[in-house]
């Protein structure tokens, strides 16, 4: 383990995310979060979104496919997890409709 690790149990944390579903976005859906075998339900909030262009990030509240920010995201049970900088299988997650089970975003947490 890295020692600047940060290896803890939350129930919410800021990640970064890449929004991957043709289905934009629902904020009043619960997705189906995934960290290798560990599975919960989780809320998630968009923070902001970064402009592909620039690089500069602005205030939103949507993501549509293909498009990157940041967000909080809540989850129904804290689980295990690190920066992905420091131990990135922890760090990796992925948001999952639970009505058509695809894949709706990746997610990378940050500090």
């Known amino acids: 383990m890295n020692k600047d690790s940060h290896l803890k149990a939350s129930s919410e944390l800021n990640v970064n995310?890449?929004?991957?579903?043709r289905e934009a976005f629902n904020p009043k859906?619960?997705?189906?979060?995934?960290?290798?075998?560990?599975?919960?339900f989780a809320k998630?909030?968009?923070?902001?979104?970064?402009?592909?262009?620039?690089?500069?990030d602005y205030k939103s509240s949507e993501m549509r496919m293909n498009e990157i920010g940041y967000a909080t995201l809540k989850m129904a049970k804290p689980i295990l997890n690190d920066d992905y900088t420091?131990?990135?299988?922890?760090?990796?997650?992925?948001?999952?409709?639970?009505?058509?089970?695809?894949?709706?975003?990746?997610?990378?947490?940050?500090?």
């Open 17 to 21: 995310i890449a929004w991957l579903d």
């Open 29 to 40: 859906k619960k997705y189906i979060l995934r960290q290798g075998t560990t599975e919960t």
């Open 44 to 56: 998630l909030t968009v923070d902001s979104k970064i402009d592909l262009e620039t690089l500069e």
């Open 86 to 111: 420091y131990i990135n299988k922890l760090g990796a997650l992925v948001l999952i409709d639970p009505i058509t089970h695809q894949t709706s975003a990746a997610l990378m947490i940050k500090g």
